[in-house]
């Protein structure tokens, strides 16, 4: 009985050590952000600080009110309100225009990316979501799979100490 115990166990073991190995881990990261002025409102600057590089296409991310994702509010593609969406994909781009994040194939140390929510910036708890596929179709784009990842998180405040 204690061998069957044994050789079942172990079985299963193996089965699910070959199960993990065989997900795809998501991306660890490290961000920051800021308030940028924007004629006269806020938006959020989000640096990434540290980690490996991320395919910008398995990026999206989403706000506890709407926002929109783009450059910064001198670029010729700035995040603006009036286009904010639940969720932004980090590849929005307008026609047959570059994304208007403006940084490449991949998200990596030292870039930063901007949101501008509806309204005031004060309290709005942003997260940026990894996904194993690239996220389809026009901003706000199809998310595709069931394997998404929150990988960064944040609440801004405005409040000063």
Known sequence: MVGVVVIL?????????????????????????????????????????????????????????????????????????????????????????PPQVGIGETWEAAETVYLDPEGSVDGVTVSIYWNTQPVQGVNPGTVEGAEAYKIAEFTVSTAHD
């Not at 952000?33 to 989403?62: K, M, N, P, R, W």
């Not at 009036?82 to 929005?92: G, I, L, N, V």
Request: net charge negative.
């Open 9 to 97: 166990a172990s079985s299963l073991a193996v089965y699910f050590w070959g199960v993990a190995d065989e997900q795809t881990p998501a991306p660890q990261i490290s961000v920051s952000h800021s308030l940028v002025e924007d004629d006269g409102e806020q938006t959020i600057a989000v640096t990434f600080d540290a980690g490996s590089a991320v395919q910008t296409d398995q990026l999206y991310v989403i706000g506890s009110k709407k926002l929109d994702i783009g450059g910064s509010p001198d670029s010729d593609a700035p995040a603006t309100e009036a286009y904010a969406s639940k969720r932004e994909k980090f590849t929005e781009s307008s026609g047959s225009n």
